[in-house]
């Protein structure tokens, strides 16, 4: 639990006197109780409204609401600075109020370090708001506006002082998370059985595929292998002819050499086209020319780094401009920019190269157009061995010899056969291009296909199944705050019947529910004292069950209560708080003040605030001592038990 | 300051009914009381990602029967 105690606080330039209240014993703890007198007109309202304003930071005020604080001395600021204690550290809020510009700024002192602007330590920030602070700084007109359904929101200050709102903050950040998260998804959270299904169709295709080519692997083999056989019996069959034989055996030898020879030519010629220079000799004579003027540059002996040094060094830059001393930094400071020792290496590795590869080889591109030429008669040789080769079984075939005509045939079917599976497995097997579909016959297209999908389709079930837990969460917390809410009410109902029936037992009340205000039991409205201690039946069980240790001030606590119910809420207001800070007036002293010393323990400190003037000068004790007695231009605050009890507000009047 | 024992008891309770593992309430119990004792933030920023992730990891996304069965057996506890 958060212990929250106010030390003091000081006020100047407002309409109550100025005035400096201490809350502490000088063992440095607060009193359990201060009593604090003020007679009408002394700024009473307006010290309780400072306190509320400091405690909740407050900003926003009306024209007149603000200059209504304002001193009679017309100043153009003032200032009002609390000082607290939160769970044994000390902080300070300060907040000025310029009655000139109606501003209102606020400085929040914490652990030694200065913040503008009201930054309340954490463990209070929920409660030290403008919705709950009229709860702990609590007047009659609060009692009343319990009652009120338009009037204060106790369901508000339930859930603050609860922690039901910690839920409802929680909802929020997940819920902004998954924005966050889908942030550009909607398109993509829309069409999820169409890409399920493009999904199940690519898984298809592919199996398809994989499927067809196992099948066409082994039909290649097999057509293979028949055609295979039926070029032998096509063999056999011509070469019945010996001459015949002997013409294509040696047919078949020369178109076999002539293939081969091809074979090296092309091997040789790739290898030359590599040199660039050889490809294109116009090339070769730049690269030439680069070098030449490398050497004339004196590039890279000469480098810009080293450039850049000398220039430095010089009188005047090449621009024409004097070299000044910030030019000359400059200069020196971006010399590394340029040309270094690696970058240099590097130009001479290409200098060299030009001379050993390009200058060294003139003969690079004749060279390359005769290995060109050596193929293209190799490519005709064999081109017209295999022509010759037709020819002699075209001369075999018109014989007339049907036996052979049929074996050719067959061989010619098969042939065909099996250059169309080849081609069919080629197709599935042939890498993947960006034009393929998803219909496309290649086997690595579809499988790529597949993996974007896959990936797609992953995607989108992340952002949904996200979306669901954020909503399976949002309920959860949702469900969570209408039960805490419901179980504190109802704690919070009972024990505040229970305190009543003591309070009030010969003009009992009941407290029926709590909705966003409280409601009476069988009655709309109530007396005053009725509702006063109504309102104090409430906080009490509210703040006993809380999770603050909260300062309890009340503006005269015992407002319209009759004498019986007065001496009763003397003797439990010290239980609803361990800090109670009671402003009062003299009419309120009879059957409350020496019932609460008592409840109290003598744990309590007395003191009397009033406005300087002739009257009230003649009243003020006559001492010098300061812990007594402190005065400011326009007040003295007086802290004796016995000025407090014989200070009578009528005797001032007189005077 | 510690969470307060009854959303604590409401947390169980809510997750329980939703038919979610004792780990969400676990979890989302140590986030607000950690939020309640000031040392988390309850304002989204990107550093929450990993933790939020982390909740979610352990949260049962049900079917609409799921959600409906769940309901109805809510109402008859």
């Known amino acids: 639990m958060s212990t929250i105690r106010i030390l003091g606080w000081t006020s100047t330039g407002f309409r109550c006197p100025d005035h400096e209240v201490s809350l502490e014993k000088p063992s440095k703890k607060p009193y359990a109780v201060t009593l604090i007198q003020m007679p009408n007109g002394t700024g009473k309202t307006t010290t309780l409204e400072l306190l509320r304003a400091s405690l909740s930071g407050r900003t926003q005020w009306g024209r007149e609401e603000l200059l209504a604080l304002r001193s009679r001395d017309q100043p153009r600021t003032a200032v009002f600075v609390t000082r607290l204690l939160v769970d044994e550290k000390r902080a300070t809020v300060r907040m000025a109020v310029d009655f000139v510009s109606r501003s209102v700024t606020f400085q929040t002192t914490k652990g030694g370090s200065k913040q503008e602007g009201f930054k309340p330590p954490t463990a209070v920030a929920r409660v030290f708001t403008p919705e709950f602070t009229p709860f702990f700084i609590f007047d009659g007109e609060l009692a009343q506006r319990l009652l009120d359904e338009n009037g204060v929101r106790a369901e508000q200050a339930i859930d603050a002082h609860f922690q039901l709102s910690l839920l409802q903050r929680l909802s929020v950040l997940l819920t902004t998370y998954w924005e966050k998260m889908a942030a550009g998804k909607a398109k993509a959270m829309t069409g999820l059985t169409r890409r399920r299904n493009r999904l199940s169709d690519l898984e298809r295709r592919r199996k398809v595929l994989e499927t067809d080519r196992a099948q066409l692997l082994i039909t290649r083999d097999s057509q293979s292998i028949e055609r295979d056989r039926l070029r032998a019996d096509w063999d056999e069959a011509f070469n019945r002819d010996r001459t015949a034989r002997e013409q294509k055996q040696h047919l078949d030898q020369e178109h076999g050499r002539a293939a081969q020879n091809v074979e090296r030519a092309v091997i040789a010629t790739l290898e030359l086209a590599r040199e660039l220079h050889a490809v294109a000799p116009n090339l070769a004579a730049e690269m030439v020319a680069l070098r030449d003027n490398l050497d004339t540059l004196k590039l890279p002996e000469y480098a810009a780094k080293e450039f850049f040094e000398e220039l430095a060094a010089a009188e005047s830059c090449v621009c024409g401009e004097p070299m000044t001393e910030a030019r000359r930094a400059a200069v020196i400071a971006r010399k590394g920019m340029y040309l270094g020792q690696e970058d240099a290496g590097v130009i001479n590795n290409v200098k060299s190269d030009i001379k050993v590869f390009v200058e060294g080889q003139p003969d690079a591109p004749s060279g390359l157009r005769a290995s060109i030429e050596t193929l293209e008669g190799s490519v005709r040789e064999r081109d017209e061995l295999a022509t010759e080769l037709l020819a002699l079984e075209a001369k075999r075939l018109a014989e007339g010899d049907a036996e052979i005509a049929e074996k050719k045939s067959r061989f010619d079917a098969a042939e065909a056969q099996l250059s169309k599976t080849t081609l069919r497995i080629a197709e599935i097997d042939r890498a993947a291009s960006p034009d393929d579909g998803d219909d496309s016959d290649c086997l690595a297209a579809i499988i790529a296909l597949q993996a974007k999908a896959e990936a797609d389709f992953a995607e989108i079930t992340k952002t949904r199944e996200t979306r669901q837990k954020v909503g399976e969460l949002a309920e959860i917390l949702l469900a969570a705050v209408s039960k805490a809410r419901a179980e504190v009410r109802e704690e919070l109902v009972d024990a505040t019947n229970a305190r009543l029936k003591g309070l009030l037992s010969l003009t009992p009340i009941r407290l029926r529910g709590i909705g966003t205000s409280l409601v009476l039991d069988g009655q709309a409205k109530a007396s005053q004292g009725q509702t006063l201690a109504l309102g104090y039946a409430f906080l009490l069980s509210l703040f006993e069950n809380g999770q603050l240790d909260l300062p309890f001030i009340v503006d005269s606590p015992t407002g319209a209560l009759d004498l019986r119910v007065r001496r009763e809420i003397a003797k439990i207001l010290p239980q609803i708080s361990n800090q109670l800070v009671l402003f009062t007036t003299s009419s309120e002293k009879d059957q409350f003040v020496p019932i609460l010393h008592a409840a109290a323990k003598g744990n309590l400190q007395y003191m009397t605030l009033v406005r300087l003037s002739e009257a009230s000068l003649k009243l003020l004790p006559s001492t010098s001592d300061s812990t007594r007695i402190q005065k400011t231009q326009n007040g003295a605050l007086v802290c004796s038990k016995r000025f407090f009890e014989r200070f009578d507000t009528a005797t001032l009047d007189e005077k | ?77």
């Open chain 2, 1 to 77: 300051m510690a969470l307060h024992r009854v959303v604590v008891e409401a947390v169980r309770k809510a997750c329980k009914a939703s038919g979610q593992s004792e780990a969400v309430a676990n979890r989302l119990i140590a986030w607000l009381e950690q939020a309640a004792r000031g040392s988390a933030e309850l304002t989204y920023n990107a550093d929450q990602d990993t933790r939020i992730e982390d909740l979610l990891s352990v949260v049962t996304a049900r079917s609409e029967l799921e959600r409906l069965l769940a309901s109805e057996g809510g109402e008859e506890e």
